[in-house]
Each structure stands twice: as structure tokens, then as C-alpha cells.
């Protein structure tokens, strides 16, 4: 097996590295070297912020992507992608996470706007797609509700057509960024009698729409991710919908998220291991940590360093089978539970080689290891089993589809 890039690979690679190099604006890299994993670069709330500095670095990194095709990797060069194939689209992820670059365009890119590409009308198309690549407009997805999660297919949500509308009722949760999106995407019930999968639509509404109210929602990390979404009387143009009436469920579910490798995970996880284990060797992660004391940490970090290897290679294995045009199923699912699962088996590794030290949470604090960094990745962490489907749902589907078992 030869892991290292053929010559074509290299010189993107350089291609790629030297773009961030160059392009990368002031605050990124700033905040990536200063903060390490703790930096919060989300582009969306840089779009939004009330500090120029925040909102010149959203514009100008998303104008620099914007030039290449880069802002979509993904996309088909015809709709302003850059048409990457999967292994340069592989390197490309790979080196933007290695910089810690933010990804422009969020759910709009990696998936209002392929679901668009295959399902939306030519209108919808032109009017939308440009928006999405130039970062005017950033989106948020309104699929679950408070009892609708994993068996999303039960959404209750009613939209009842009158004339050239849907008057839209209903609430939905969890919705990641709402807060700071302009459009949001949704799926609705518009035929409560039909079977469940059947009498749902995929509609999209500019959140301004009188009757949306967007409350936040604070996570146990004291952070405002996700929100409710409640709609009361919205009315939604009928020419909003994307795909067929009830045939909602369809188009919700067209997976055309071609980045399924989770490397912006592999890498994210090989980052922090090398970094615990430098630290843990300076004089002052020597003073901070216990490993000198407890074998067993040493153990549990030869452990993780092992695992953080076979993640890469998961993701590995996801593009080889892309490359060769094969579509990742069950591979998929194991990829997103093995590094979910890592994330925080490797979290609570490092709270636990700082001992007390990891009960400071002030990042800002001297006394804090890593400025802080495993205290808040261990909370963090908690949401990645459940986010995009939970652990279980994953060895459902490894099990019946992977396995090959009798579904329970
Ligand atoms: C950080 C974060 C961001 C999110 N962002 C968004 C977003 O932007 N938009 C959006 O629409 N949603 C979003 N979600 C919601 C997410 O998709 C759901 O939380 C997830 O699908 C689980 O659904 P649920 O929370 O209703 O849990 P439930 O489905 O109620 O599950 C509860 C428990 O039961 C288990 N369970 C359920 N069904 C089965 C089964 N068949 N077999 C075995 N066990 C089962 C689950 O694994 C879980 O442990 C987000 C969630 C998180 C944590």
C-alpha cells in the first residue's frame, strides 16, 4: 500500500497550501496559533458580528475561496464549484483543517445547495446557488423536532396549502445556526393522512418570514450553537418547494454531502494527540501532568495515539472506495461513530493526564493546561454521538447493512 501522494496529488497539495498561505486572513491565523482547538472560527457568526474585524475576515476569506471555486469543492464546475475529485477534495479538507481555515457557505454548501443542483427547479438554481458561493447568504436546517429525531419521518410540522401558499405551523429544534442564518430549509407535513414518508415537503423560507421565531438554545458548554425554530401562520410561496409535493422526504434524504471521510475529524483528533504529547513533555506540562505518576495514562495515551491512526485510516478507506466510484454506506456510519466516539475517549484522556489542573475552566488562566483545551472538548464532546445521527443509529445501520443482521 503506498500511502504518499503521486506526483499530480503533491503539486495540488502545494497548490492548496500555499493559497491559505497567502490568502488565509489576519484573524484566522491569528486565532488558530493563539487558541489553538479552542478557536471558535465559525464563519457564519463572523458574517454577523458586531466587530469589523470579524466581518472584513468572513468577506475577504469568502471573495479568496470564491475565486478558485473553492468556497464548494464539491460542486459541479457548471454551478461555480470547483468540480474536485474525491482524493483532491480529500487533500483539500486535509490542509484547510491542518490550518485550521474555516470552511465557507456551511449547510448551503454541503447540502441546500447539491440537494438544489439535483432536485431544484432552474429558478431556484440561478437565484440561489450564486448566494450561497459569494457568502451573501448562509442557511440553517430545520429537519428535527422535539419528538422527532432519529425517526424524523414522524416530523409533525403541518403545512396546509392555500392558494399559492403553505400556511406553515409547527416547531423545530436543535436548528444549528439559526441564529445567524438568513434562508433556512425545512421539512414539512403537507399530507398528515398519507403513510409517514410520504406526506412530506422540502420547502425553504428567508428566516425574516413574518411568524419564524428563532430562540437560542445554550448548551451545557455555556455556548449558543443551536436554537427552536417556532413557525405561527407562516406563509411560504408554493414555488418555494423543492421537488414534488410529499415527495419531501426524498429530497431531505439525497445524501450529496461527498465529503464523507471525516477528515477534518482524523485530523483534528491526530492534532490534539501531538499536541497533549508535546506539551506533556515541556516543563510545564511536566509540572501540570500526571503521567510521570500513573502508568495507566501513559497506557490510556498510547491508546489514543493508536486509535487517532485508525481514524486516519477510516477516512483512508472512505476515499479509496470514493475514488474507485464506489458510494460509502455502512463505511460511512463507521467513520462517524469510530471518531465521534474517539473524540471523547480522547477528551476525557486529557482531563484526566491534568488531574485538578483540568478543573480550570478560564482558558485565559495561567494555570490552565492547554489554555483549557481538554476541560471544554470533554463537555463538548458530549453532543458528537448524537449530532447527524446518534452511536446507536450508527450500529443500526453497521449492523443490518454492514453485517448483514435481522433488523431488531
Ligand atoms: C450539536 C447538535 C446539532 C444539531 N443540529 C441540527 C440541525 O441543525 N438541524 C436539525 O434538524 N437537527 C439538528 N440536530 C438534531 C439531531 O439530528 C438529533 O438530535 C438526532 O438525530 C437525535 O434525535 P433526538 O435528539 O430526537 O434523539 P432521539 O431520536 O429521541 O433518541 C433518544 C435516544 O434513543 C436512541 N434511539 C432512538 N431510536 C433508536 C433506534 N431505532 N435504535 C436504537 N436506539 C435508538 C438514540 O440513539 C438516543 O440515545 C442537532 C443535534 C446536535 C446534538
Redesign the pocket.
Known sequence: MDWEDSAEQAEFRTRVRTFIDERLPERYRRAAEEDGDNAVFSWQADRKSDDPEKVAAAKEWAGALGETGWVAPQWPKEYGGAGLSPMEQFIFNQEMSKAQAPNVGG?GVSMLGPMLIVHGTDEQKQYHLPKILSGEVSW?????E???????ASLQTRALRDGDDYVINGQ???????HNADWLFALVRTDPDAPKHRGISFVLMPKDTPGITVQPLI?MAWEH??NETFFEDVRVPVTNRVGDENRGWYVGMTLLDFERSNISGAVGQRRSISELIEYSQSDEGREKSRLDEFDNLRHDLADRYIETEVMYNFSFRIISMQHRGLIPNYEASTSKLFNSELSQRLALTGTRVFGLHSNIWDDKSDRAPMKARFTRSYVGAV??T????????Q??IIATRGLGLPR?
Open positions: 449547510s440553517a436546517q430545520g429537519y428535527s422535539p419528538g422527532s429525531g432519529s425517526d424524523l423545530k429544534i436543535w436548528t444549528s445556526g439559526a448548551n450553537g443551536f453532543a458528537s448524537i449530532a447527524a445521527g446518534t452511536s446507536e443509529i450500529r443500526n431488531g
